[in-house]
């Protein structure tokens, strides 16, 4: 997988310039994907507001230098649908994890009944 930056900033057509934190990269189908936000984001949302995250494609050009790639629809869809796969995995330990929680406690209070 490339070494990818923590931040990396991105110029536009017009030459405006933004910053943009490294909040993933992934392996899909032989290929390499970052997910970027904002970093400006953090400090502009609000607790229950969404942020935009942009994927790009990680290519290396003839110079030998990473370039991202902007995705076709078809592209996007994948991706996406495999990051919310892996959230979902994510969620599902989580709640296996949460659940165990709960009954190591249930027991617990269960042998304290017992001793009185």
Do not use: W
Request: proline share 2%; with cysteine; net charge negative.
């Amino acid at each position: 997988m490339p070494e990818i930056d923590d931040v990396i900033t991105l110029v536009y057509e017009d030459g405006e310039e933004e910053s943009f934190s490294v909040e993933d990269v992934m392996e899909l189908d032989g290929n390499t994907y970052v997910i970027l936000v904002p970093e400006d984001a953090d400090s502009e949302a609000e607790d229950d507001e969404e942020v935009e995250a942009c994927i790009f494609r990680v290519e290396t050009d003839e110079d030998g230098e990473e370039v991202l790639v902007d995705l076709d629809d078809d592209e996007y869809e994948k991706v996406t649908s495999a990051i919310c796969a892996d959230l979902e995995d994510v969620c599902e330990e989580d709640e296996d994890e949460d659940e165990d929680a709960e009954d190591d406690e249930d027991e617990g209070e269960d042998e304290d009944e017992d001793e009185d």
